[in-house]
């Protein structure tokens, strides 16, 4: 997807930023549409689709984080949440919640767009060699790699957009151990600390999907020293 062809929805209570935001946003392509508060987002949420939602984390009412897991319960859609640069529990909380990724205030607003592009743009498929598996097989989940769908029985299993992304990176490597750095650089994400503590996240949430004792993973297995492997059947 380019942003040419986004639609946008901003939740901040600061009507100043909502609205510098919604400006900026327009003119580098996107279809935007702002919300004042969590209540205001769940009826534009109701009546239109968007493909990303930029959702602050303190606001009157319900907060960003409970709007996260209440968009989450129905829609995949890319979230990514602005929180205070002190407040490292929001951006965990947020991340458990199902949110993408995170940027803390205050920030430019050239680096909101270009997380914004970086989560709408998809992660080029690793070629497949021709003895390569088109569907991996991990216990009862199916994965099938040129779809990037994962499936229990009938069922078609959600997949946040990051979560998408991490099992792309993983079925193009079935049993080679990547380390969160190199995670974090496939993901397009800035280095450092706190963006591998936010895959560590993504990994937890992605293996309550995958593994029937996410505590003891059989299949996203963490490979002392060396990252996380995922080990099919």
């Known amino acids: 997807m380019s942003e040419f062809d986004a639609h946008l929805l901003i939740v901040d209570d600061d009507e100043r930023i909502r609205g510098l935001l919604q400006k900026f946003l327009i003119r ?4 935007v549409s702002a919300a004042r508060d969590a209540a205001h987002a769940r009826r534009l949420l109701a009546g239109l689709d968007f493909d990303l939602a930029v959702l602050d984390v303190m606001m009157p009412g319900e907060d960003g984080v409970s709007l996260t897991k209440a968009i989450r319960e129905t829609s995949t859609m890319p ?12 951006r965990i909380a ?3 919640a199902g949110a993408d990724d995170y940027l803390s205030k205050p920030f430019e607003p050239k680096e909101l767009l270009l997380r914004i592009n970086a989560i709408l743009r998809r992660v080029p498929e690793a070629p497949v060699v021709e003895v390569a598996p088109k ?10 790699i040129e779809r990037g769908e994962m499936w229990q029985g009938e069922e078609l299993v959600r997949l946040t957009a990051t979560e998408s992304q991490l099992m792309r ?6 049993g080679e151990a990547l ?4 995670l974090v650089e496939e993901l397009g994400r800035d280095k450092g600390q706190a963006q591998e503590r936010a895959v560590d996240v993504q990994i937890t949430r992605l ?6 004792d996410p ?3 059989r299949y996203l297995q963490t490979v002392r020293g060396a990252g996380y492997m995922l080990a099919p059947d």
Do not use: C, M, N, V
């Not at 979230?79 to 529990?89: D, G, K, N, V, Y």
């Not at 569907?135 to 994965?143: A, F, M, S, V, W």
């Open 169 to 174: 990176i993983f079925s193009a490597r079935p």
């Open 179 to 182: 380390s969160r750095s190199k």
């Open 135 to 144: 569907l991996l097989t991990l216990g009862p989940i199916r994965y099938d």
């Open 28 to 31: 580098h392509g996107f279809l």
């Open 215 to 217: 505590k003891q993973p």
């Open 207 to 212: 293996r309550r999907k995958l593994e029937s």
């Open 94 to 96: 947020g991340l458990e």
């Open 79 to 90: 979230i990514l949440l602005l929180t205070a640069r002190s407040e490292t529990e929001d």
